[in-house]
């Protein structure tokens, strides 16, 4: 199985910061990581595939990159919405697997 | 605009069968281009892929469920189903359907959802 692991697991921010979350892979997934954002009782939401492709959409404040082991996502200019949990998937594998989540809240 | 909403039993005894459809609307589940997926996410946890199925029928699971997950496929209906057997407390859940897309070259993705279902598993 390939592993993923999130930094940080939870962090404090305000609107209009600058926000980055890594994911790591246990081995190399080329570019086949994707990000959901998830809010409470609500279903995960699609932000960026393939590492770095914006789902239409999704605001431009919404980034990613990273290639091999090692993935960002940032968000620029934090907006009120923006504050969920949020989750690399990687599909290089034919068993696909998540991240366990960073959560991001209000500071 | 596509959707899709899973129903079934909420709550499911232990050793007995969880089963569950997901019913996907404005486009069709006959589309090569796409699978459809079950995830789920315990309480307070994070996600757990369950498998997918393709339009023709051809599964692929988690190995940690496979021995117990069927997912089958009714394009008559335009839904898709979730069998997991012999259920324990570890089951208990929120269900998601979703939409998986890709390809070869970007990989693939989750990018419809339904809203989940809570599905309990207690006698």
């Known amino acids: 199985d390939i592993q993923m692991t999130q930094s940080p697991s939870s962090l404090s921010a305000s609107v209009g910061d600058r926000v980055t979350i890594t994911c790591r892979a246990s081995q190399s997934i080329t570019s086949y990581l994707n990000w959901y954002q998830q809010k409470p009782g609500k279903a995960p939401k699609l932000l960026i595939y393939?590492?770095?492709s914006l789902q239409s959409g999704v605001p431009s404040r919404f980034s990613g990159s990273g290639s091999g082991t090692d993935f960002t996502l940032t968000i620029t200019n934090l907006q009120p919405e923006d504050f969920a949990t949020y989750y690399c998937q990687q599909s290089y594998s034919s068993l696909r697997t998540f991240g366990p989540g960073t959560k991001v809240d209000i500071k | 605009q596509l959707q899709l909403q899973e129903s079934g039993s909420g709550l499911v005894k232990p050793s007995q069968t969880l089963s569950l459809t997901c019913a996907v609307s404005g486009g069709s589940i006959n589309s090569g281009a796409y699978s459809w997926s079950w995830i789920r996410q315990p309480p307070g946890k994070g996600l757990e892929w369950i498998g997918y199925?393709?339009?023709?029928?051809?599964?692929d699971y988690n190995p940690s469920l496979k021995s117990r997950v069927t997912i089958s496929v009714d394009t008559s209906k335009n839904q898709f189903s979730l069998n997991l057997r012999s259920v324990t407390a570890a089951d208990t859940a929120v269900y998601f359907c979703?939409?998986?897309?890709?390809?070869?070259?970007?990989?693939?993705?989750?990018?419809?959802w339904g809203q989940g279902t809570l599905v309990t598993v207690s006698s």
């Open positions: 393939a590492a770095s």
């Open positions: 979703a939409r998986l897309a890709g390809d070869y070259d970007k990989g693939d993705y989750f990018d419809y």
């Open positions: 199925i393709s339009y023709i029928g051809s599964p």
